[in-house]
């Protein structure tokens, strides 16, 4: 069955860096695009980042453009975070989430997630 | 990149119907129909319910429909189930971005 496992969270000071890992297994990884979708504690869902199944195409949210970047390992079927500069804000769990199966506009399969703390 | 507009809870007794609605302009929608409904219990992983505005994926309840209509999209559930008490999320898909509304609490009384 399909699963994605996250890694790397933890706490981390303001203006620091942390890359987070999503390891998939159960699909053909090469063929779906993923995505990173945060949500801070008691908060709502906040897309992050989308890279193409290749890995030729990124888009990032306008609040970590410049400070973020996803990429993929085709070869480990793992997809990555990096995410540099660190705030407050950036406080949350982060999710991958896999593009489906019959619609690439929806997210079929998401991580359990993984906790960042910004704080000093 | 604003987040589309819910309401923040809904409620309903078992066996009622409700419905979420979901409002964003023009361009947050685009020009294609992408709009898809997440349900997401305390703890727990977003679970997809509807993908394109009206279509279930496997093994979701029927009691699950989705609609658009201008720049408001609409999920509705049916008969009511304890089960069914949980946040929903409403997005919108395009090739470069995802947009989620700010949820909607739902309370089967």
């Known amino acids: 069955q399909v699963q994605l496992v996250e890694s790397g969270g933890g706490v981390v000071q303001p203006g620091r860096s942390l890359r987070l890992s999503c390891a998939a297994s159960?699909?053909?990884?090469?063929?779906?695009?993923m995505h990173w979708v945060r949500q801070a504690p008691g908060k709502g869902l906040e897309w992050v980042a989308v890279?193409?199944?290749?890995?030729?195409?990124?888009y990032y949210a306008d609040s970590v453009k410049g400070r973020f970047t996803i990429s993929r390992d085709n070869s480990k079927k793992t997809v990555y975070l990096q995410m540099n500069s660190l705030r407050a804000e950036d406080t949350a769990v982060y999710r991958c989430?896999?593009?489906?199966?019959?619609?690439?506009?929806?997210?079929?399969?998401w991580g359990q997630g993984n906790l960042v703390t910004v704080s000093s | 990149q604003s987040a589309l507009t819910q309401p923040a809870s809904v409620s309903g007794s078992p066996g009622q119907s409700i419905t979420i609605s979901c409002t964003g302009t023009?361009?947050?929608?685009?020009?294609?129909?992408?709009v898809s409904w997440y349900q997401q219990h305390p703890g727990k992983a977003p679970k997809l319910m509807i993908y394109?505005?009206?279509n279930r994926p496997s093994g979701v309840s029927n009691r699950f429909s989705g609609s658009k209509s201008g720049n408001t999209a609409s999920l509705t559930i049916s008969g009511l189930q304890a089960e069914d008490e949980a946040d929903y999320y409403c997005?919108?898909?395009?090739?470069?971005?995802?947009?989620f509304g700010g949820g909607t609490k739902l309370t089967v009384l």
């Open positions: 159960g699909f053909t990884f090469s063929y779906y695009g």
């Open positions: 023009s361009s947050d929608f685009g020009v294609y129909n992408y």
């Open positions: 989430a896999k593009e489906g199966v019959v619609a690439a506009t929806a997210f079929d399969y």
């Open positions: 997005s919108s898909y395009t090739s470069t971005r995802t947009l």
């Open positions: 890279i193409s199944y290749d890995g030729s195409n990124k």
């Open positions: 394109n505005v009206s």
